[in-house]
């Protein structure tokens, strides 16, 4: 109860403003005591005294309550507050002199007081206000000590700011901090130590008994995460991290933004720069087309699409529920946004060029894509149709239209294909190249890997299996692929279609590839559980179309550096248009009648580097785990 009552007498506005208001006359009987050397205030004087504590009550009552002082809370009182002090005890200082010259013109009233007056009445105001933020700080007298034993790993800018924050709640004890700064250790941040570096990881849980370790470093190498969860996970700790730099995109680091630490975190890259200026150049202001906008590389694009400020959003989708999802989520985060939100499949000519002549899109970023590799070796036509003939429905159209640019999203599997989606995908790269040069939009392809978590990919397929006790499927112990995360794929395709010129393939940089097995064992490992004693990998052999490595280019596309150190740029391929216009209405017309043979001879003519897989796979049905995608 006496808790209670205490903390109510300190956050109480208007207990603030009646200690606040005490602390006036007490700064002018100070002042007078201090004029006349600590002494006794002479009667002569003490008329003019109790006049300016009169007038000077209710002028510093009405500047202490107009100036947002009580808006603040006492326990986070900090350098704004003692900024609107100043300026309280100052206008305040200078309406009470006004006052009392127009009434008395300052008739037995010191000129030293009127000088110590607004230095003690700051002095006073501010001094109790940090005295309760460094006792809550420091949790003495009443405060607990009954939070979590928390560990926090980096002491640079993130670091300050989550600690800063942990001191602020009771749920939380933070004892130490880790950093591989040499120049930080034995050195303390808010009063908490940094003991060491991160070697010293074990050593600190043990000694201070940690109960959750927090990583504070949301730029951090691969490598260092990876061996810090996993040192956590043996030695049965919590941990929890905050996101990486493109998640959290210059937002506020506090305890609400710690989650658990994923495989994304573990196989994430260094932090890539963005040339915002350019990407907000080309897209502020424009209407801004996403197809297949609620998949996982659409959704994402609509996300930092949005945040560029784009006159119109128009979100293309032919699957309800994912449409529906996109849109909740951007009324609620941008609610300023105009967009559109409009149901449709990229294989209808006739929704398309509605669609075109309804909003007239700027910028249109193509993402909508057949890219399950088995299930599209079990249904070719299925493939060719969406991926190569949507692809062709919708570039025609922004060549009508006079849209300014096209962006389409490739894949790594466009590269020396073994698979029908690998195929279609490069079909549809040849044609945007080829239409560059016959049209005044600027055709733009973008090729990269992997996308951790998008639909399809191995990520949720393995925590499934997980989940279920095991055993994680791995089709060959050899098996590698390039990943990275969707915030930046994504960011990188924004970056792609503000640099490209027409016709050119950026291929992202996706780093080292990495194995699927290795992929696997961590992710059982992050899990909490143990290789082979708790959960068993079995590997079950190549799919249909699946390669063992993936290229990034065919041996004709010499890369070429950028002035983005994490694009490169790939030769296209000219062909001769007539020549191709003919392939793809012959491809078209089979692809219409499924006749699957005819489709992989043709598709074997339009890229010569396709090596179909054998016929009794082909027909194999697409039963088996996702591709990773």
Do not use: W
């Given at each position: 109860m006496t808790k209670k009552f205490f903390k109510f007498i300190l956050l109480n506005r208007w207990s603030a403003l009646l200690h606040d208001l005490l602390c006036v006359p007490l700064a002018f009987i100070l002042a007078y005591w201090m004029r006349f050397n600590l002494g006794p205030i002479p009667p002569e004087f003490q008329r003019s005294l109790y006049d300016l504590i009169l007038i000077a009550i209710p002028v510093q009552g009405v500047f202490f309550w107009y100036s947002g002082l009580y808006r603040g809370v006492w326990r986070f009182a900090s350098i704004p507050d003692l900024v609107r002090i100043f300026k309280v005890a100052g206008f305040g200082s200078l309406a009470i002199v006004a006052i009392s010259f127009l009434l008395n013109r300052l008739q037995g009233i010191p000129r030293s007081v009127l000088l110590l007056y607004p230095l003690l009445l700051v002095a006073g105001l501010s001094a109790s206000r940090i005295a309760y933020r460094w006792y809550k700080d420091h949790r003495l007298g009443l405060s607990s000590q009954e939070g979590k034993r928390t560990l926090i790993i980096g002491a640079g800018r993130a670091g300050e700011m989550l600690v800063r924050d942990l001191l602020h709640r009771d749920a939380y004890h933070p004892l130490a901090l880790l950093?591989?700064?040499?120049?930080?250790?034995?050195?303390?941040?808010?009063?908490?130590?940094?003991?060491?570096?991160?070697?010293?990881?074990?050593?600190?849980?043990?000694?201070?008994?940690?109960?959750?370790?927090?990583?504070?470093?949301?730029?951090?190498?691969?490598?260092?995460?990876?061996?810090?969860?996993?040192?956590?996970?043996?030695?049965?700790?919590?941990?929890?991290?905050?996101?990486?730099?493109?998640?959290?995109?210059?937002?506020?680091?506090?305890?609400?933004?710690?989650?658990?630490?994923?495989?994304?975190?573990?196989?994430?890259?260094e932090v890539v720069e963005l040339d915002h200026d350019a990407i907000t150049g080309y897209l502020a202001g424009k209407v801004v087309l996403v197809t297949g906008g609620g998949g996982s590389i659409g959704s994402e694009l609509c996300r930092q699409i949005a945040a560029q400020n784009p006159a119109q959003l128009i979100i293309f989708e032919h699957g309800e529920f994912n449409l529906y999802a996109i849109e909740f989520e951007l009324r609620h985060k941008f609610p300023d946004l105009q967009f559109a939100a409009v149901l449709g499949d990229v294989k209808n000519a006739e929704r398309v060029h509605w669609l075109f002549t309804t909003y007239k899109p700027n910028v249109v970023y193509h993402a909508a894509a057949y890219k399950h590799v088995p299930m599209l070796e079990a249904n070719p036509a299925e493939g060719v149709c969406n991926n190569v003939f949507g692809t062709k429905v919708v570039a025609d159209a922004a060549d009508r239209f006079g849209t300014s640019r096209f962006v389409m999203i490739s894949t790594d599997k466009a590269v020396n294909p073994a698979n029908v989606m690998g195929t279609t995908k490069r079909i549809a790269e040849i044609y945007c190249q080829n239409l560059n040069n016959r049209s005044k939009t600027k055709y733009i392809t973008t090729r990269f890997g992997n996308v951790l978590g998008s639909s399809g990919s191995v990520i949720p397929l393995f925590q499934k299996q997980i989940a279920d006790g095991g055993p994680v499927t791995v089709t060959h112990k050899e098996i590698t692929r390039y990943f990275m995360t969707?915030?930046?794929?994504?960011?990188?395709?924004?970056?792609?279609?503000?640099?490209?010129?027409?016709?050119?393939?950026?291929?992202?940089?996706?780093?080292?590839?990495?194995?699927?097995?290795?992929?696997?064992?961590?992710?059982?490992?992050?899990?909490?559980?143990?290789?082979?004693?708790?959960?068993?990998?079995?590997?079950?052999?190549?799919?249909?179309?699946?390669?063992?490595?993936?290229?990034?280019?065919?041996?004709?596309?010499?890369?070429?550096?950028?002035?983005?150190?994490?694009?490169?740029?790939?030769?296209?391929?000219?062909v001769e248009w007539g020549w191709l216009e003919n392939q793809l209405i012959e491809l078209q017309r089979v692809a219409l009648m499924r006749d699957d043979e005819k489709i992989l001879t043709i598709m074997h003519g339009l890229v010569p580097e396709y090596k179909a897989s054998s016929p009794d796979l082909v027909t194999q049905s697409a039963q088996l785990e996702p591709e990773l995608q």
């Open positions: 950093d591989d700064n040499t120049a930080m250790v034995n050195r303390e941040i808010h009063g908490i130590p940094v003991r060491g570096g991160t070697d010293q990881l074990e050593k600190c849980i043990r000694e201070l008994s940690i109960e959750l370790v927090l990583l504070a470093i949301p730029s951090a190498h691969k490598s260092l995460l990876q061996r810090l969860v996993l040192e956590c996970n043996r030695i049965g700790v919590r941990c929890q991290t905050l996101p990486s730099v493109f998640e959290m995109a210059g937002r506020q680091v506090d305890v609400e933004k710690l989650r658990s630490v994923t495989v994304e975190d573990l196989l994430g890259r969707i915030p930046e794929s994504v960011s990188l395709i924004l970056q792609a279609g503000a640099m490209g010129q027409g016709g050119e393939i950026f291929v992202l940089d996706m780093g080292e590839p990495v194995r699927i097995d290795d992929l696997a064992r961590q992710m059982i490992e992050l899990s909490g559980y143990k290789v082979e004693k708790d959960i068993k990998i079995i590997y079950s052999g190549l799919r249909p179309g699946e390669k063992l490595f993936e290229e990034l280019l065919h041996k004709s596309e010499a890369l070429q550096k950028t002035s983005h150190v994490k694009l490169l740029l790939a030769r296209s391929r000219d």
